[in-house]
């Protein structure tokens, strides 16, 4: 039982946002999934199931799905023990690296590899010129290859932190005990850290499912629910809502079970560290030194690759599409000529939403972590949904709430941006949250106690402590939604086109330069955010 | 004078979760008040129910005469030390001070009068500029207390003021709140699980046990009366034996029955004494009830030395006051315990002390 103060209309609001702008829409598809020629049926779902078509495409999507998680996994808890246990030299460069593997678009990446090792790739031509054949990169080995070195900076950055945080004294308990570093490794140190592991496998495996780009750019035909769901409902000729609307439910439904099945596993691992020591990083030298560099920088370049290989290619000389020997600017002269609308479209759009998650997330952040009840708890709740709604099902599901009367946003800017806005919302509110308990509750009643009443004590006390981590939250949120592509793919118009969305037309255009100058600008832009972030985060308080 | 009434105090968290369960208590004003008990034993519960942060599911909170539950936290004028200290991490210890100061519009030139008054009062007079990052855990609560104080507010709550420091800081931290206090004279509640902490600073203990009430009354007699078995078993070291009051009054123990200084009426009770009142003889006659024991082990504490003597009654701890050096060796001796009557308590099953009629 708490008074009502200024959070009780936050609350309401709070409520109204995530009704309209979630559980609204994806009611609609829902609801359409159940619906053929006007009548309420299973018939969309038994087809579905029945049809081998679709059931290839069910597995196709838990086979990269799976292939992505495990090569994710791999690599990066690899380079997470190797950075976090040994002495490695220029450990930020390796964590910048694998910072901007992970935050270009991964079409840009299927794109590149495209060009390097694609039928007339330049890695694969030159190889076969001096006799080694490869196969080319397309269908499901190269979808799962990309994922793998896509998705594993996200392990890494994860699993990197939890492994600095088990107690040195731990692993030394174990070795003063008699066990072998080997042995401390798998009996100790990876259980302590398997929530972690756990966690970015999930996150692997969701955003593996969930991406459309890769399998449409690089699959050739392999067909996984995200591409089926944005063709049926993209088809000029007999698209159908309804399928396109039951395919989608059904890839968040994996994905669902997916994180309930974590949530499970680790149900009983929740580890408190007091009294921690920082685990220590060992000192290496000779050829043992020279192996893990190279390991370490090779997988961080590997990773890095599309990237390099994009601006590489947006410097060279172009005539037309055609790409000409030397160098050039012509890709830019073209892109800021015929090209500034996407541009500008995408750092208004992205802006707006930015400023409107900083907003409601660090508001709704607040309510969650520090109002706790019924009411909060449930949007917490519902506030996972996001996660697990792959771009191309939330366009869909925005295209179908948002074009009747009272509401028609289909073909604006806001729809886009909402979209956008939902998507992101999550993972603020989590940052929020998870720098607000970091934060003693005491000083906000301190201040209370003081004379202050609620909202000024959050303003006053909270909200100046807090601001590293929005802040921190907010330039992640801006990179994620400078590169959204699979919801704005499905709500653009041509007026509302934005970057990721012109540099996909590009590429399936065949117009790589245009493609490679619009992806490097988009790369410069992410870049900024990044170190703008990563200052940010380095002027927090100590307390 | 009165200076705070809270009238039968009842909070639950969800059906079966009583933590409050009635509270009845009156503070006198200027008094030093300590709430003390188990953690779990609801006594932060009530402080923050005082302090706003809690509503009771019933019963009122009266301060001055002005009852204080319609009120949120921020307008009844009730200061609070925390047990983390709680100083806002991104100001200076001047700000600090300062905050409560300016939330009340005070003019610029009173508002560092006071700043200065109360720091000077902490003895932090030449770290007013300095983040709190700089200062230790005593330095940081003492901010805490002339935060608190520099408001000047009816009433001072403290929630385990010095839990999170090291023993030797907490004894002198202690004596600095309680001279503070008088000085003053803040009427001030005191939350703490710590007993010695609470006989050292307090006019008043009140010893709460599962949301009651267990004994209400001065360290003195805290100590020395306990009213209840809960209360003579948290404060200090009690030694209980299993024994019975029989049909003609007196006390059977061990086969014997020895002669108690008035009636009750007959049933099981529990033996209670205090490690000090036990006199230890190695054989001869005194008065009171007699005891004969093996010396387990005995554990030297400088000032004083624990002997732990096995009966057939129960283990008994018997403390000897500065040991002479022959003391510590007697392990394995036999040893015989004199109790003097007059330094027993008997409790019965329901934890409720016995009382004799003339």
Known sequence: ?543 | MTALSLRAIHKSYGPGIKVLDGIDLELVSGEFFTLLGPSGCGKTTLLRIVAGFHQQDSGEVIADGVKLDPLPAHKRDIGMVFQDYAIFPHLTVAQNVAFGLKARNLPADEIAKRVEESLNTVRLADYGDRLPSALSGGQQQRVGLARAMTIRPKLLLMDEPLSNLDAKLRVELREDIREIQQRLGITTIYVTHDQEEALAVSDRICVMNAGRVEQLGTPYDIYNHPKRRFASAFIGTMNFLSAELTQSGALRLGGKDWTLPGKAAPGPVELAFRPEAVRLRAAGAMDGIALAGKILKTTYLGREAVHTVVTPEGTVLVQVASPARSELDKATHGAELHLPVADIVLFRPDGSRVEFAQ
């Open chain 1, 1 to 543: 039982m708490t008074r009502r103060d200024i959070w009780t209309p936050v609350l309401i609001a709070a409520w109204a946002i995530v009704l309209g702008l979630l559980v609204w829409p994806l009611g609609k598809i829902l609801l359409s999934s159940f619906i053929v020629d006007g009548e309420y049926t299973f018939a969309n779902y038994t087809l579905i199931f029945s049809e081998p078509r679709f059931l290839r495409t069910i597995g196709n999507t838990f086979l990269v799905g799976f292939g992505g998680m495990i090569g994710a996994l791999i690599l990066g808890v690899g380079l997470a023990f190797v950075v976090s246990r040994f002495e490695i030299r220029g450990r930020t460069a390796i964590e910048v690296l694998a910072l901007i593997a992970m935050v270009s678009p991964p079409f840009i990446g299927a794109y590149s590899w495209i060009v390097l090792f694609g039928a007339n790739g330049l890695v694969r031509t030159s190889l076969a010129s001096i006799g080694i054949d490869i196969p080319p990169i397309y269908g499901t080995p190269g979808v799962i290859m990309v994922f793998a070195l896509k998705f594993f900076p996200q392990v890494f950055l994860i699993t990197a932190g939890a492994f600095a945080a088990v107690s040195r004294s731990l692993e030394e308990a174990a070795e003063s005990l008699g066990v072998s570093p080997t042995r401390r490794l798998f009996t100790i140190t990876l259980p302590l850290i398997m929530p972690a592991i756990t966690a970015s496998g999930l996150l692997a495996f969701v955003m593996s499912i969930a991406d459309f780009g890769t399998p449409q750019i690089i699959g050739r035909g392999l067909q996984v629910l995200a591409t089926q769901a944005y063709i049926l409902y993209s088809a000029d000729l007999g698209s159908n809502q309804g399928l396109a609307s039951a395919i989608s439910l059904i890839l968040v439904g994996i994905s669902m079970v997916f994180v309930l099945l974590q949530r499970w596993m680790m149900r009983r691992d929740i580890y408190h560290n007091s009294g921690m020591k920082r685990a220590e990083r060992r000192p290496i030298a000779g050829l043992k030194s020279l192996y893990l560099h190279v390991a370490a920088y090779g997988l961080v370049l590997l990773g890095s690759i599309p990237t390099i290989t994009v601006i590489y290619y947006s410097f060279r000389r172009t005539r037309g599409p055609v790409f000409q020997d030397g160098f050039g600017l012509q890709s830019y002269e073209r892109v800021l000529q015929r090209l500034s609308d996407p541009i500008i479209n995408t750092l208004i759009y992205s802006a707006i939403a930015v400023v409107a998650i900083v907003v409601v997330g660090t508001l709704l952040g607040y309510l969650i972590t520090r109002r706790r009840s019924l009411a909060t708890g449930a949007l917490d709740g519902i506030l996972t949904v996001p996660y697990v709604v792959p771009g191309v099902v939330m366009g869909i599901a925005y295209a179908a709430a948002f074009n009747v009367a009272p509401l028609v946003l289909t073909g604006t800017g806001a729809i886009i941006i909402l979209a956008i806005f939902i998507r992101r919302l999550p993972y603020t509110v989590s940052s929020v949250g998870a720098a607000l308990r970091q934060i003693s509750p005491n000083l906000e009643q301190a201040a209370m106690s003081l004379g202050v009443p609620p909202g000024r004590a959050f303003l006053k006390v909270t909200a100046p402590l807090l601001i590293p981590g929005i802040v921190a939250g907010a330039m992640m949120s801006l990179v994620t939604a400078m590169n959204e592509l699979s919801s704005s793919l499905v709500l653009y118009i041509g007026r509302t086109i934005t970057m990721p969305v012109r540099i996909y037309i590009a590429v399936i255009d065949g117009e790589y330069g245009i493609a490679a100058a619009l992806s490097t600008i988009l790369l410069a832009m992410t870049i900024v955010a990044i170190l703008a972030m990563s200052y940010a985060a380095k002027r927090q308080y100590k307390s």
